[in-house]
């Protein structure tokens, strides 16, 4: 399951795990939306290319035994995914994502925004297929009658760990269930190799690596 990054609930830990368990669903529906495993490379590739610096994996097969960088990208990025998946889909420990993988959470985040503003640009009758009022409903109702919520309150949270497509940290927000900064930016601008040079030169536990 994902941990999350708040404090907020720290006092409360039934309603943290029912809470990151709703979350964690979430999480693995929206990474299997956006990097859909059993594409092709080519189809794989094309979707979330955009969301990558030119060249991101340039000088990156070499440090894995194959010949192409993009190809190796690929097969680095499936990986990472599934694994993230299982962290997700297991219930009896709480994961922290590393920064890569922080940063393709966040860039299958951007590509369901992305798909909703899509969506209601050309008339889509189901503009959002990231609400599901029927679950927003029987977990708004969980929280009201197990751990007291008030009608509001509930909603915020279900709000929270049901909107994958609003999960990303944005700047007028305090606190953020799911990244403590956007880091994952920073040290991946300018491709992987730098990135990962980036990251050696900071202590492990600094970079959440």
């Known amino acids: 399951m994902f941990r999350f990054v708040s404090t907020d609930f720290d006092n409360h830990p039934e309603e943290v795990l029912y809470l990151e368990k709703i979350a964690s669903q979430t999480i693995v529906e929206g990474l299997r939306a956006c990097y859909q495993l059993k594409a092709d490379d080519n189809c794989f590739w094309m979707m979330i290319e955009p969301y990558f610096p030119e060249n991101f994996f340039s000088g990156f097969a070499q440090y894995v035994g194959m010949k192409d ?35 393709l959470f966040a860039i299958s985040i951007m590509s369901a925004k992305d798909e909703v503003d899509f969506r209601r640009e050309v008339g889509y009758k189901k503009k959002n297929p990231y609400i599901n009022r029927k679950q927003a409903m ?30 990303l940290l944005s700047d007028d927000e305090d606190d953020n269930l799911f990244f403590w900064d956007d880091d994952y930016a920073f040290f991946f601008e300018k491709g992987f190799i730098e990135g990962i040079n980036r990251l050696k030169s900071l202590p492990a536990a600094a970079a959440n690596a």
């Open 138 to 167: 029987a977990v708004v109702n969980e929280l009201m009658a197990r751990f007291g919520y008030s009608d509001r309150e509930a909603k915020q949270a279900a709000n929270e760990v049901l909107r994958f497509d609003k999960m």
């Open 69 to 103: 960088d993009t190809a190796a990208g690929i097969t680095f990025i499936r990986e990472k995914v599934r694994r993230m998946i299982e962290k997700m889909e297991d219930e009896e420990k709480v994961y922290t994502f590393d920064v890569f993988e922080e940063l």
